[in-house]
C-alpha cells in the first residue's frame, strides 16, 4: 500500500467579489482534484488546537499525526534542524525574515510594507545574512542562511518565551506597537532588529534591488523561537517508510525530526515560481525507491494569500492539481498496487487578512480499493456539507495508514 498526502499550504480561502464570490478553490480548473473527491471521503479538519496559533508548524504537525499541544516548540528549531544546525540543549533558534520597511522616520515609526522583501532570492539574501552574522554575529550570536526570505538566528541562554509578533500578520501597520519591548525583556532584540536595518538599508544588494524595481530586504525580524526539538519516529509509528518534499526548511525539519527522508528538488523556492513538475517526479521517484509514504508540501498558494495575488494564488491550485497530483495520480494507477491520496491544506491563508486563520479546511481521502460517495467538486463549501468534521487534526491519519 502507497500513500500520498498532497498539502497545498494555505490554498482554503474566503469568498471574494474580485472571483464573484468564489473562493480560489472555486474559481480554480482543477479537474484531478474534482475527480478524484467525486470518490472521496471528503470532509473538514480543524488542525491548529484551541489556543495556539495558526503557523505552519503547528498544523504540518497535526497532518503528520503529531499533537501541536505537545510537540510544537517554535518553529525555528525545525527550521534549524533542516539547516543542518547542531542545536545544544541551551541554545535557542529564532526566524529571521528579512523584510521591507518604509523609509520614512526613525525605526520604531516606519511601516511593514512585505514580510518577504518581494520573495528576495536566497542568493542575495546569503550576501544579506553573512553581512549581519560578520556585523552582529560573536561567540554566542550566529546568522544562517536558509532560502528566500527565511533565515535563522541562533543564540546561546537565549530567551525562548519571549511573545514576538510575525511580521507577516501586520502588513500595511506601522510597527511601532509590533516591537520588542524592553519593559519585557526584549531589548536585546529590538537592538538587534534596529541594527540590522542600519546594515542593510543601503548595502549594494538593496541599491541594486531599488534600482531593478524590487523592494529592498531592509531589516531583519525576529519571531518563533525554540529550543531543540524532540518528535517521536512517524517511521516507527505507523511502520512505513516515509519521505518529505518541500521547499521550505521548516515542512523538511519536521520530516527530519521524525525520521523521514527529506527530499530535495532542484528550483523548488516555496512560491509560484518553484517546480512543481520537479516535486511530481520527486514523489514518483521516492515511490519507485520503496517509499510508502510520500509528504508533499507546497508552499505557492500561502505566499500568494499573504501578497494578496489573487490570481496567482487561483494559478497555483491549478498548477499544483496539474503538475503534482494528476502525474503521481497517474502513476499509483499504472503501479498496479493499492493506494490512498490525501489532499488538503494545512491552514486557510485568507487573501482578505493576508495572514493565516485558525479555520477548519477541507480534505478528501481518497482509496483505489474502495470508492466513496464524494462531492462534486473540491471546495471549502462541498466539504463542509458532508458533515464529516474532524475537531483533532493529528487523529486524521487513523483515517488512512492501515495499521501494521
Not at 114 to 125: K, L, M, R, V
Not at 198 to 216: C, F, T, W
Not at 304 to 324: L, P, Q, T, Y
Request: hydrophobic share 35%; glycine share 8%.
Amino acid at each position: 500500500m502507497e500513500y500520498l498526502t498532497l498539502v497545498p499550504d494555505g490554498m482554503a480561502d474566503r469568498p471574494l467579489p474580485e472571483l464573484d464570490n468564489k473562493t480560489p478553490m472555486e474559481a480554480a480548473k482543477k479537474p484531478c482534484m474534482d475527480r478524484l473527491a467525486q470518490m472521496s471521503i471528503v470532509g473538514t479538519v480543524l488542525n491548529v488546537p484551541d489556543g495556539m496559533v495558526p503557523e505552519s508548524d503547528t498544523a504540518n504537525m497535526s497532518i503528520l499525526s503529531f499533537d501541536p499541544a505537545i510537540y510544537s516548540r517554535g518553529r525555528s528549531p525545525l527550521e534549524a534542524a533542516s539547516m543542518g544546525i547542531e542545536m545544544a540543549p541551551e541554545d535557542t533558534a529564532y526566524r529571521c525574515n528579512l523584510i521591507t520597511l518604509s523609509d520614512e522616520g526613525e525605526y520604531e515609526a516606519k511601516i511593514m510594507l512585505d514580510h518577504s522583501a518581494d520573495e528576495i532570492t536566497t542568493e542575495e539574501a546569503d550576501i544579506l545574512i553573512k553581512e549581519l552574522d560578520k556585523k552582529l554575529g560573536s561567540s554566542t550570536m550566529k546568522f544562517y542562511t536558509g532560502v528566500s526570505y527565511r533565515h535563522c538566528l541562533i543564540i546561546k541562554g537565549g530567551n525562548d518565551k519571549y511573545d514576538f509578533m510575525r511580521p507577516h500578520d501586520i502588513i500595511g501597520r506601522k510597527i511601532r506597537e509590533y516591537l520588542p519591548q524592553k519593559e519585557n525583556g526584549g531589548g536585546q532584540f529590538l537592538e538587534l532588529m534596529k541594527q540590522s536595518y542600519e546594515i542593510l538599508a543601503d548595502h549594494p544588494v538593496n541599491r541594486s534591488r531599488r534600482a531593478r524595481g524590487l523592494k529592498p530586504a531592509n531589516s531583519a525580524w525576529l519571531w518563533s523561537p525554540g529550543k531543540k526539538p524532540q518528535l517521536p519516529s512517524f517511521t516507527e509509528k505507523w511502520k512505513v517508510r516515509a519521505a518529505v518534499i518541500s521547499a521550505v526548511d521548516l515542512i523538511k525539519g519536521i520530516g527530519l525530526c521524525a525520521g523521514m527522508t527529506p527530499i530535495s528538488v532542484p528550483g523548488a523556492t516555496g512560491n509560484i515560481h518553484t517546480n512543481f513538475r520537479g516535486k511530481a517526479e520527486a514523489a514518483i521517484g521516492a515511490f519507485r525507491d520503496g517509499y510508502d509514504f510520500v509528504y508533499i508540501h507546497i508552499e505557492a498558494p500561502d505566499e500568494c494569500g499573504h501578497r494578496a495575488e489573487i490570481e496567482n494564488k487561483v494559478k497555483s491550485i491549478e498548477m499544483i492539481d496539474e503538475m503534482v497530483l494528476r502525474p503521481v495520480y497517474e502513476y499509483l494507477q499504472s503501479y498496479g498496487d493499492e493506494y490512498k491520496i490525501l489532499v488538503l491544506p494545512d491552514h486557510p491563508t485568507p487573501i482578505e487578512t493576508r495572514t493565516h486563520s485558525r479555520e477548519p479546511v477541507p480534505f478528501f481521502l481518497y482509496s483505489s480499493a474502495e470508492n466513496a460517495n464524494g462531492v462534486p467538486s473540491f471546495t471549502e463549501a462541498t466539504a463542509r456539507q458532508t458533515g464529516l468534521y474532524i475537531p483533532e487534526g493529528h487523529h486524521l491519519l487513523d483515517l488512512v495508514i492501515k495499521k501494521r
